[in-house]
């Protein structure tokens, strides 16, 4: 990622139909606000990294995926995704895109573990994650209001050697 790719990323980070499945605050943001989030917390972080999915074909942007929170002592991470262009949901690119995220985490950086949360009513980011190996570790219960409801906050994992044995 980018400075070039803040108001990009701006968008999606302020449409609320990406947003409600990923992130807790629904907050809207300014551009301004934007532009220092992504250079202050995502281009000059030293404990996170970020990229911005593209369409192989167009060299369109459509998502965001990144570790955070990286722990080099415990060789630990969380990885995030946001498939932000909504044309583009459901089509598999979230999950080559963690795929090779992953690859990166285990197989470049020598990462032991990787960690996400997932909103209990995301039912196709659950499933994804399953078939990409990670386990559930746990929840944060009703910790999230949506629409008029109390949700839980699932917690999931997978280690590196799990992941070096998981069948495509």
């Given at each position: 990622?980018?400075?070039?790719?803040?108001?990009?990323?701006?968008?999606?980070?302020?449409?609320?139909?990406?947003?409600?499945?990923?992130?807790?605050?629904?907050?809207?943001?300014?551009?301004?606000?934007?532009?220092?989030?992504?250079?202050?917390?995502?281009?000059?972080?030293s404990s996170s990294k970020s990229y911005i999915i593209q369409?192989?074909?167009?060299?369109?942007?459509?998502?965001?995926?990144?570790?955070?929170?990286?722990?080099?002592?415990?060789?630990?991470?969380?990885?995030?995704?946001?498939?932000?262009?909504?044309?583009?949901?459901?089509?598999?690119?979230?999950?080559?895109?963690?795929?090779?995220?992953?690859?990166?985490?285990?197989?470049?950086?020598?990462?032991?573990?990787?960690?996400?949360?997932?909103?209990?009513?995301?039912?196709?980011?659950?499933?994804?994650?399953?078939?990409?190996?990670?386990?559930?570790?746990?929840?944060?219960?009703?910790?999230?209001?949506?629409?008029?409801?109390?949700?839980?906050?699932?917690?999931?994992?997978?280690?590196?050697?799990?992941?070096?044995?998981?069948e495509d």
């Amino acid at each position: 990622m980018t400075i070039e790719d803040a108001e990009q990323y701006h968008s999606w980070r302020n449409d609320v139909d990406v947003m409600i499945s990923t992130n807790p605050s629904l907050d809207f943001y300014s551009l301004l606000e934007t532009k220092a989030f992504v250079e202050g917390v995502i281009l000059h972080s030293s404990s996170s990294k970020s990229y911005i999915i593209q369409d192989k074909n167009t060299d369109k942007a459509i998502g965001i995926t990144s570790l955070i929170n990286m722990d080099h002592k415990n060789r630990s991470a969380e990885c995030i995704i946001d498939i932000g262009e909504k044309d583009y949901w459901g089509k598999g690119y979230a999950k080559e895109a963690l795929k090779l995220l992953l690859n990166y985490a285990f197989l470049e950086m020598n990462l032991h573990r990787v960690s996400l949360r997932v909103f209990s009513f995301n039912e196709r980011a659950i499933h994804l994650y399953t078939k990409l190996g990670f386990k559930q570790e746990g929840a944060s219960r009703q910790a999230l209001f949506r629409s008029g409801n109390w949700h839980d906050i699932i917690h999931m994992g997978i280690l590196q050697q799990e992941y070096m044995t998981i069948e495509d």
